[in-house]
């Protein structure tokens, strides 16, 4: 069935630093990929998203690329600030639902 | 703004209690879903339901059974609460149409079955 792999955590990365979250998905036919956050002590909200190969989906200084021939939607910031420290989740849409991943906490620090 | 809210930040119950959990929307949304938060499994899809009095069961059903009785709430019911139930439970909806399309999260119901 569709699954999303995404990098295990918690990833801990200095303040300005390059930050990069890797994630696959399995799944017939195109479906659409987003990046959920979750801030400590809140529900989940998109972060961005894409709809077909070769979209990219930016918000808030990150970004990820739709790439269909290697099946990923990598995260990606070019410099973090201590505010992203959240869990991240990969997700895809597909048949009426979502699927997430297991999650990224990261943690930056000052 | 879209506004989930979820009736309870925190909850405590003991095994074998019936515990209802409560999610209002306000945005006139048809689909809500619940799913619930385990470290190390993500999320995990319950139920759902896509119109008033509709209802499907996501991946994980047992143990767990839904109502929708109006359009802006869907409400999560455990029949006997175990402690394997212990978990953050979280609301979500979304609008018509593509129903792959952005989801709103409520804040989440810890809930905790001594």
């Known amino acids: 069935g569709d699954s999303v792999t995404q990098m295990e955590g918690p990833v801990t990365l200095s303040e300005e630093a390059f930050l990069t979250i890797n994630c696959t998905y399995t799944a017939t036919g195109y479906p659409s990929l987003f990046w959920y956050v979750q801030y400590p002590g809140e529900g989940l909200q998109l972060l961005l998203k894409?709809?077909?190969?070769?979209d990219k989906g930016s918000n808030k200084g990150f970004e990820a690329t739709y790439r269909k021939e290697t099946t990923s939607f990598h995260l990606e910031k070019g410099s973090v600030q201590v505010s992203d420290s959240a869990v991240y989740f990969c997700?895809?849409?597909?048949?009426?639902?979502?699927?997430f991943g297991k999650g990224t906490r990261l943690h930056i620090l000052p | 703004d879209v506004k989930v809210t979820q009736s309870s930040r925190y909850l405590v119950k003991r095994t074998g209690e019936k515990v209802f959990l409560e999610c209002v929307q306000d945005m006139d949304h048809e689909n809500m879903f619940w799913y619930r938060q385990d470290p190390g499994l993500g999320l995990r899809l319950i139920y759902f339901?896509?119109?008033?009095?509709?209802?499907e069961k996501g991946d994980i059903p047992e143990g767990y059974s839904v109502s929708r009785e109006k359009k802006e709430r869907f409400s999560l019911i455990l029949e006997s609460a175990s402690t394997n139930q212990t978990s953050m439970y979280l609301c979500?909806?979304?609008?018509?149409?593509?129903?792959?399309?952005?989801?709103?999260f409520g804040s989440g119901t810890q809930l905790s079955v001594l």
């Open positions: 339901s896509y119109d008033v009095k509709m209802k």
């Open positions: 894409a709809t077909k190969a070769d």
């Open positions: 997700a895809l849409g597909r048949d009426d639902k979502i699927i």
């Open positions: 979500a909806s979304s609008g018509t149409g593509d129903r792959n399309e952005k989801l709103f």
